[in-house]
């Protein structure tokens, strides 16, 4: 469990604590009480129930009412552990059984009176047991004690580590208080202030880190300057353009544009949702340096992007005379040879590739623009090796559809700026999202009929949570099978993770071109294709995919001017968190509303592409999906630190420095955060 010494023990904290300061009598007990402690005696023992159901069932007075124990297994134990004669303290969650008249426990955690008094219950401290180490007897009482041991023998007192007018200015509790205070508070309002005190200087001390690094950033690394707005801009801008820009998509190729005459090295995140018409921004940029006299690099994650990337250039940019090539794994021999040719002497204007890219053989005459799309599927070392393509680092811009809310984005990727395609482009229909359950597949058949029959196309996914797992294929290939026979008339395309890349492409292709309608796959379709014909999403097994993986997913459709539909599969039982989820899908097509909703759902570790942030977030006590207004705070405080003592030299402020030195925080290099 990691604990080491008596140190770690100490912060080791529970997760929650329940109130026992009070104690209930019976009459008082009401069905919403989550729970209750009550004083007295075991009347007597009884067994119900037969075979499963057998129970044991104490019956329990504290001279104002009765209840009953009850416990499913262990009896024999029961009844030699807790004696009829003697007063116990009993705690657990009361449950009304209308039939009996009376309030039950089961399994409730017992205390002997005599041992437990009163003025030694309060908050009672629960921590975190690992599974295996429960398997093994240990149990949040234990190390109860264990902590409750240390607290009463430890005789030194935890250092303190923020400087004493950090702690006054903002009226911190002191963190040894703090420390004890977060296992055993007298009363709630400590236990919240010693939590507020922990939070705060976890998230500090991370935003210390990253606002350290982005300033020396600044500082140190000068970015290649790109003042010209040229020919290839403009052109393409009066003449190309296939349809006017929206404005957002306007403002953010400003924004960019203000960072690459800067002199400064351009770090910038662009958000946008999915279909917001990122594509169209990237090649705008990559413009603006290619009038600059560099080159530019665009990088997607699977090859089929790339490929869609590069098709969508060339016909964006028609005849300007511009080159652009590809660089993925398939592209092989002697094709592959002329490329990295042409990319070394200058020739190739737009590259665009797959992680392929940046692997050490290629070389650029002269870099100046990486873009890369859909990031959360590149690791954090394939982005650092980017620094190493030219002698001044190019401008990195990444573009995200994961959008990613506000506080979490502050932590993960402090110090990129932000920009936001808050708009989608006119006359979009928003999506119409519908819950089904597989039961009633006829109806699901009819209205793809009838969609494909006016014209459409449709994606039917199914998940794939190992690409290895074999009952997945087997799902993917039955449902394949089955929509086979229910739709003779048509054509159907099927792709999966297992297939070579060759054959899968082949495949996306031949659906790309509508040569066939309905297109049956795992998800290897959920990043960024695009067939504007594709107006049906259904998607199998929805109660298996995450919110952002489900909002991805019908990100496909809703391209084209038609009205579409994304439609949710699932069976009947549900738990609570599915139907939660299925919920907001069908209630909103906005993607920042449902990467709000994952994260309080999920908490940020489970998020998507923040196990690849960089940022080690070992958060020991916060918890970024709740804390969101502490980080803003840390946020601000930091700020004003590394204002106020830019050279790092006042002594009033050397316990941060040396405090984040300790920490290690300020350590990564600068290539794994951009
Ligand atoms: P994403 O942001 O998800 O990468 P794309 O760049 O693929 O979105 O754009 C989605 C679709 O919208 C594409 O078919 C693209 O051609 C189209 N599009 C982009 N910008 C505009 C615009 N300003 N007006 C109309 N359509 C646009
Ligand atoms: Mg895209």
């Not at 955690?109 to 007897?137: F, H, N, W």
């Not at 290619?290 to 990088?299: K, P, R, T, V, Y």
């Not at 623009?369 to 190019?394: C, M, T, Y």
Request: aromatic fraction near 8%; charged fraction near 25%; proline fraction near 4%.
């Amino acid at each position: 469990m990691g604990i080491h010494t008596c140190g770690d023990l100490a912060l080791y904290f529970p997760f929650k604590h329940l109130d026992r300061t009070r104690v209930y009598y019976i009459h008082e007990l009401t069905a919403d009480m989550p729970f209750v402690q009550i004083r007295g005696r075991i009347l007597s023992y009884e067994v119900m129930g037969e075979g499963r159901k057998q129970r044991l069932v104490g019956h329990f007075t504290d001279g104002h009412g009765l209840i009953d124990l009850v416990w499913f297994n262990a009896t024999k134990w029961v009844r030699e552990q807790y004696r009829e004669e003697k007063e116990y303290i009993v705690f657990g969650r009361p449950q009304y059984y209308p039939n009996t008249g009376r309030f039950s426990i089961t399994h409730p955690e017992i205390d002997d009176a005599a041992v437990l008094t009163l003025s030694s219950m309060g908050m009672q401290p629960y921590y975190t047991i690992p599974v295996k180490a429960a398997k093994r007897g240990l149990s949040s009482r234990t190390i109860e004690r264990l902590t409750n041991t240390l607290f009463h023998q430890l005789e030194e007192r935890f250092p303190e580590t923020l400087p004493t007018w950090f702690v006054e200015r903002y009226r911190l509790m002191g963190r040894d208080e703090a420390i004890r205070h977060m296992h055993y508070p007298q009363q709630a309002e400590l236990l919240s202030r010693a939590s507020y005190r922990l939070k705060l200087e976890e998230l500090f001390y991370i935003q210390l880190g990253i606002l350290k690094l982005a300033t020396d950033r600044q500082k140190e690394v000068h970015g290649i300057p790109c003042p010209r707005v040229g020919t290839m801009f403009l052109d393409f801008y009066h003449h190309h353009l296939p349809f006017t820009l929206t404005g957002a998509q306007q403002r953010v190729v400003k924004e960019m544009h203000a960072d690459m005459k800067s002199g400064r090295q351009m770090n910038r995140l662009l958000q946008g949702d999915v279909g917001s018409g990122k594509t169209l921004v990237a090649l705008l940029v990559m413009l603006l340096a290619i009038d600059n006299g560099l080159q530019a690099c665009i990088m997607a994650p699977t090859e089929i992007l790339a490929e869609q990337h590069l098709e969508t250039f060339r016909q964006f940019l028609g005849d300007m005379p511009l080159r652009v090539e590809l660089l993925t794994g398939m592209v092989k021999g002697k094709r592959r040879k002329a490329v990295l040719e042409a990319l070394a002497s200058g020739e190739v204007h737009i590259l665009v590739g797959t992680h392929a890219v940046i692997e050490d053989p290629v070389e650029f005459r002269n870099l100046g623009l990486v873009i890369i799309d859909e990031q959360h599927r590149f690791g954090v070392a394939q982005r650092a090796r980017l620094w190493r393509k030219n002698v001044v680092p190019p401008h990195v811009l990444v573009m995200t559809a994961t959008p990613i809310p506000r506080t979490l984005a502050m932590t993960l990727y402090g110090d990129l700026d932000v920009s936001v395609i808050n708009e989608l482009p006119p006359g979009r229909k928003p999506i119409l999202t519908v819950h089904h359950y597989d039961s009633h597949r006829l109806t699901l058949y009819d209205g793809i009929r009838k969609q494909v029959r006016q014209g459409r196309q449709v994606y039917v996914v199914y998940p794939l949570i190992r690409e290895s797992e074999k009952l997945d294929l087997k799902n993917l290939e039955d449902g394949y099978d089955t929509l086979c026979q229910a739709f003779p008339e048509f054509r159907l395309s099927k792709v999966h993770g297992r297939m070579k890349a060759a054959e899968k492409d082949a495949e996306m292709q031949r659906f790309a071109r509508g040569e066939t309608q309905i297109l049956v796959s795992t998800t290897v379709i959920e990043v960024g294709v695009n067939v504007p014909n594709a107006s049906v999403m259904v998607i199998e097994n929805a109660e298996r995919f995450g919110l952002a993986q489900l909002h991805q997913l019908r990100g496909r459709v809703g391209r084209g001017a038609e009205q579409s539909y994304c439609i949710l599969v699932t069976g009947y039982e549900l738990s609570t968190d599915t139907r939660r989820r299925i919920q907001i899908m069908t209630e909103t097509n906005d993607g920042f509303e449902i990467a709000e909703a994952d994260l309080k759902f999920r908490g940020p570790g489970d998020l998507e592409g923040t196990q690849q942030s960089g940022t080690a977030l070992e958060l020991r006590v916060a918890n970024l999906a709740r804390d969101g207004q502490i980080v803003q705070q840390a946020r601000d405080m930091a700020r004003e630190v590394v204002e106020a003592d830019p050279e790092r030299t006042r002594p009033e402020y050397a316990v941060l420095w040396q405090r984040l030195a300790e920490l290690g925080k300020d350590k990564q290099d600068w290539g794994s955060i951009s």
